[in-house]
């Protein structure tokens, strides 16, 4: 987090020409938005995470109010260990506004994303009071969204002030027999027309077991805190933006220090 405040200090006092971003936020840092891409746009985003891993994502808006993306996951391509995808088909998300957002309603948007974080594991050791034992898991380090609907709402102070409020519910990644529906929460803040700060809140009530339940070996289940996540978004260009993130700040996981992302997206027109 300190190191957050440094960065974020620097940003408010260099005098960098000022981008206006292209678009609403489609994600937070992780969690969905009501934001979705204009039609005729596409964007190509690609997430540098831990150990060298790279999620690229393809997103097109075939109607201002409903997109489609795919993406996948690639562990180790950066580094010298042995390059693994995490399924052999990608992931998908789906996105569609039911209602845009008016003076005095939110923006309420029904989706479908089935990519989750870090390394999909098909099996693994589990302890337990009765043994070790080999269990199928099917799942991500932190699960997918699944079906999920959000609600986002915007209001002039200082430059944009956003509002985002979810539920979700898992639809693969069950196996660990914690099928609960989650809620998350977000705001992002334009700090000037080319950076805005982002802040969420998963609660990841999917996957907060209480300890000794269960005790997976080597893979980061919650702790039951949830996952407060933080980040700076900059529009470099009318077509391209930069992310630096920080995410799991309050240790949810097993990690000692807070992870840090890069996300880059590029945008254009068709």
Not at 131 to 148: E, H, I, P
Not at 184 to 200: A, P, Q
Not at 224 to 246: C, D, H, K, V
Request: hydrophobic content about 35%; some cysteine; proline content about 4%.
């Amino acid at each position: 987090m300190k190191h957050f405040l440094i960065l974020l200090t620097i940003i408010c006092n260099i005098g960098l020409a000022q981008i206006e971003q292209p678009y609403p936020p489609l994600n937070l840092v992780t969690i969905p938005t009501a934001g979705t891409l204009p039609r005729g746009s596409f964007t190509l985003e690609t997430l540098l995470i831990n150990n060298g891993g790279v999620v690229p994502r393809l997103s097109v808006g075939f109607t201002d109010n409903f997109s489609f993306g795919v993406s996948f996951g690639v562990q180790n391509l950066i580094g010298a260990n042995n390059p693994s995808i995490n399924k052999p088909t990608p992931e998908v998300q789906i996105k569609y506004r039911v209602f845009d957002e008016s003076e005095k309603m939110p923006a309420l948007v029904y989706g479908l994303d089935t990519q989750g974080r870090g390394i999909y594991h098909v099996t693994d050791s589990v302890f337990t009071t009765h043994g070790v034992f080999d269990s199928t898991l099917n799942r991500y380090d932190q699960k997918a969204w699944g079906m999920y609907m959000v609600m986002s709402k915007n209001w002039k102070l200082l430059g944009n002030l956003g509002l985002h409020a979810g539920i979700n519910k898992s639809l693969s990644e069950n196996s660990d027999g914690d099928n609960d529906i989650n809620v998350f929460v977000g705001i992002d803040k334009e700090l000037n027309r080319s950076f805005s700060l982002l802040i969420e809140y998963d609660a990841a009530l999917n996957d907060n077991l209480n300890e000794g339940d269960y005790s997976l070996n080597e893979i980061t289940f919650g702790k039951g805190r949830g996952y407060l996540n933080t980040g700076i978004r900059w529009a470099m260009s009318p077509n391209l933006m930069l992310e630096i993130n920080f995410n799991d700040i309050n240790q949810n996981t097993n990690s000692e220090y807070t992870n840090r992302e890069i996300k880059v997206m590029y945008s254009e027109s068709f």
